[in-house]
């Protein structure tokens, strides 16, 4: 590393030389190498002893002048050197050591002292008044390290090896950095450092190369090679060569044993600090699922007011907590957000360990954070699905919706429409849809391409994104994971129940509807939709009818019952058009349940149901898409309707033949599905008795299902005994009904005032049962009624 020194200035009172000093690996082969003196004699910058005992004031501007004059000389002495031939001396490096609380610098690792409290405590070697100074006469050093050492650094190892009586460790420092000295230094590591892939965005603490380079170093790990510097011109592979050897020389076992260890899928607490680099994908796992960011920085460790929070709130949801030391570590890391646009959102990503020793071995995945080079593959594709999930619904998109536990692939959960520009016009004031200028938006030609991003930046979409539940009518946040393709079933038109010719109709009034480009109407955008009316019984298949037309004509359904709108003019108006707004804009086919209301003559009498009607109309003259209205009677329709509505449908009670149908058709419905706890044998054998029983298509679906959770109860397979035991049940509260209703009072249902149920409603029979006194005995009467 550049030799022994030469012999000291003649009178400067030093030590006699006592030959070549053994090699030393701290010190570069410069004065470290020599033996200490003794005390209490103290060394200058040059060599010389410090008379520590002299009470003579040192003149400083003196000894600055004197410095400044041996500079320059040393300066000549160069040039002179460079003009005759004579050779410079060869690069070195030199290693300071600094002692907390202690104003000197020594050029020797500190050894322990047993002080007079019986501690402990550090003691310098070989000291110098100033480093500046010394760097100013040592112009063969190129770069320097500085080791800082705790005044009290007396680890656990260190305690347990004092109670033991065995020989104290060396001491560590607790901080270290190299500094790079001279400009041909620093431009030797400035040519490495542009020759490497991504170096000023991984490390961008080393751009600036006049700062301290802190160890372990990461550059170093993160680029060497056997063939690093062939590349460099040759005064600089000198020299980045003796930079990077003095580091292999102290960390490359360290180094070689992370990456074992990472070869292997594990990691320990000290050498996570290796474990994840820049550019790093990195997952971390939330609530069941796995997150991915993009880290931009290599892993550090949490400060130590962060850890105790941490320890504290675990301990307190824990109890007692873990018995082993929490150990956190963190990296700066990105993802994208959304707002309708995608943005960088940057985030700390932590990493957390409880381990007793520091070589103590855990797995990687096993940790709550780590690189996605370490995961299954299984992840990866999860996350590559998600991401190409997310960029299909960064425009506005149907899409189907499977909650906890049902089969993803089938595509027949919930339908939700996500549409963050609708959600952002109609929630202006929502956290998530205000816009952030300072945001770092992709560009819009990015967002327009059809394809999502490549790998890795598909890893890292949210998690969630708003949708519209079209069944609840509001805005959820909804897991991506879960998000699938609409499968239509167009199978749902074929096993509608009414007449052939109706059937015919109503495909292709709705075929037309959306082939069409413009009405026949002479005003443009008024009148341009198709209105159909769907009167009759409950459970007659009107529902079902509005549902297999969307799913012929492959679109949402949104279903709006009147009774929920209101009954104030301007509330029910403004409610409609936000209705119909939605539905223009998803291209919706819109189900108006229940529309008696709006459909009824208008009268003089009542004024407030005539603005209601007039209301109504008025927001159907201009609607152009496909509408829906559904009623339990006309006999009282406003004929003002008639002009607006292009077909009427009547749904009859359904007869035997059509009953038959239905049953078949969810039998068939559920083998479809796969479900495999029905014998369909059994069942299918008795359609035509169930058949018999005058049942609508809502109670037969009802009885169905009820019948299989009763199978499912029993330990059985449903089959046609579960279906005639429901059925049996509901008719007899089916008959009781009919009998209330007929006005004709049973045993067991009149009060002492012989009031009838019929004459109060359904809240005020329930509070006398509950309230009165004497009920218990009725219900008991009815009971056994019912049993008998």
Not at 102 to 130: A, C, H, N, V
Not at 381 to 410: D, H, N, P
Not at 550 to 571: H, M, N, W, Y
Not at 635 to 641: I, K, V
Request: glycine share 6%; proline share 6%.
């Amino acid at each position: 590393m550049g030799g022994p020194p030469p012999p000291p200035p003649p009178g400067m009172n030093n030590p006699p030389y006592r030959g070549p000093p053994p090699p030393m690996p701290m010190g570069g082969g410069y004065p470290q190498a020599m033996p200490p003196p003794p005390p209490p004699q103290q060394f200058g910058a040059l060599g010389a002893p410090i008379k520590t005992g002299s009470k003579k004031p040192v003149d400083e501007a003196k000894v600055d002048r004197l410095m400044e004059r041996i500079r320059k000389l040393e300066e000549e002495n160069d040039d002179l050197k460079d003009t005759h031939g004579i050779t410079k001396k060869p690069p070195r490096f030199q290693v300071f050591h600094r002692i907390e609380g202690d104003s000197m610098t020594y050029l020797e690792p500190p050894t322990w002292e047993l002080r007079g409290d019986d501690e402990f405590r550090l003691k310098g070697q070989l000291p110098i008044t100033s480093q500046d100074r010394y760097l100013q006469n040592h112009k063969d050093i190129v770069f320097y390290i500085e080791r800082d050492y705790s005044k009290d650094p007396l680890d656990e190892d260190n305690k347990k090896a004092e109670r033991q009586g065995a020989a104290l460790p060396e001491p560590k420092p607790e901080y270290e950095t190299i500094r790079l000295e001279t400009d041909e230094m620093i431009d030797a590591a400035e040519e490495f450092s542009d020759l490497q892939e991504n170096f000023r965005d991984d490390f961008p603490e080393m751009n600036n190369l006049m700062n301290p380079i802190k160890a372990p170093y990461l550059f170093w790990y993160r680029y060497r090679k056997p063939n690093a510097f062939d590349d460099l011109e040759p005064r600089h592979q000198e020299l980045m060569t003796l930079l990077t050897g003095w580091i292999e020389e102290n960390y490359l076992a360290e180094y070689e044993k992370a990456d074992a260890l990472f070869q292997s899928g594990m990691v320990t607490k000290d050498v996570m600090q290796y474990l994840v680099r820049p550019s790093d994908v990195v997952v971390r796992k939330e609530s069941g699922a796995y997150q991915a960011f993009l880290s931009t920085s290599w892993t550090r460790t949490k400060s130590v007011s962060a850890v105790k929070e941490k320890w504290d709130s675990f301990k307190n949801n824990d109890g007692e907590g873990s018995k082993a030391p929490l150990h956190m570590w963190f990296v700066t890391a990105w993802g994208y957000g959304f707002d309708g646009d995608f943005f960088k959102a940057t985030t700390f990503v932590d990493f957390e360990l409880r381990v007793e020793k520091g070589d103590e071995e855990v797995k990687i995945t096993e940790l709550n954070a780590f690189p996605l080079r370490f995961a299954d593959e299984s992840i990866r594709k999860k996350l590559e699905k998600r991401g190409k999930t997310f960029w299909s619904c960064r425009v506005k998109k149907l899409v189907s919706y499977q909650e906890e536990g049902e089969e993803a692939a089938l595509g027949t959960g919930e339908r939700y429409m996500i549409d963050y520009a609708t959600y952002r016009q109609l929630h202006p004031d929502s956290a998530i849809a205000k816009r952030v200028v300072e945001r770092a938006y992709i560009p819009e030609k990015i967002m327009k391409m059809d394809e999502a991003p490549d790998a890795p930046k598909c890893y890292l979409m949210p998690t969630s994104i708003v949708g519209y539940n079209l069944r609840r009518k509001k805005w959820v946040d909804m897991e991506v994971d879960r998000i699938c393709e609409v499968v239509w079933n167009k199978l749902a038109f074929e096993h509608l129940v009414v007449e052939a010719g109706t059937k015919d109709l109503v495909q292709a009034l709705v075929t037309n509807q959306i082939a069409a480009e413009k009405s026949t109407d002479l005003i443009s955008n008024k009148g341009n939709g198709l209105v159909m009316l769907l009167h009759g019984g409950p459970g007659t298949g009107k529902t079902f009818t509005a549902e297999s037309v969307a799913e012929l004509a492959e679109k949402p359904l949104f279903r709006v019952t009147c009774g929920d709108i209101g009954t104030q003019a301007q509330e029910v108006e403004k409610y409609l058009e936000s209705v119909l707004y939605l539905g223009r804009i998803w291209g919706a086919v819109v189900l108006l349940d229940e529309a008696d209301v709006f459909l009824e003559q208008r009268t003089l009498n009542d004024l407030q149901r005539n603005a209601l009607v007039s209301v109504f109309l008025r927001v159907l003259e201009y609607y152009d898409g496909i509408l829906l209205l559904t009623s339990n009677r006309v006999g009282t329709f406003d004929e003002a309707f008639k002009s607006r509505i292009q077909l009427a449908l009547h749904y009859e009670p359904l007869n035997r033949p059509q009953r038959s149908q239905i049953w078949a058709n969810f039998f068939n419905r559920l083998k479809g599905l796969g479900e495999s706890n029905i014998d369909y044998y059994d069942v299918e054998g008795y359609i035509s008795i169930l058949a018999d029983h005058e049942m609508n298509g809502r109670q037969i679906r009802n009885a169905i299902t009820t019948a299989r959770q009763l199978a499912q109860f029993q330990g059985k397979d449903m089959s046609y005994e579960h279906l005639k035991h429901v059925i049996t049940v509901a008719s007899k509260f089916d008959r009781h009904l009919s009998t209330l209703r007929s006005g004709t009072p049973e045993e067991g249902n009149v009060r002492d005032d012989e009031t009838t149920m019929s004459k109060y409603t359904w809240a005020d029979w329930k509070k006398l049962t509950v309230d009165d006194p004497n009920s218990a005995g009725e219900k008991d009467q009815v009971k056994e009624n019912d049993s008998n």
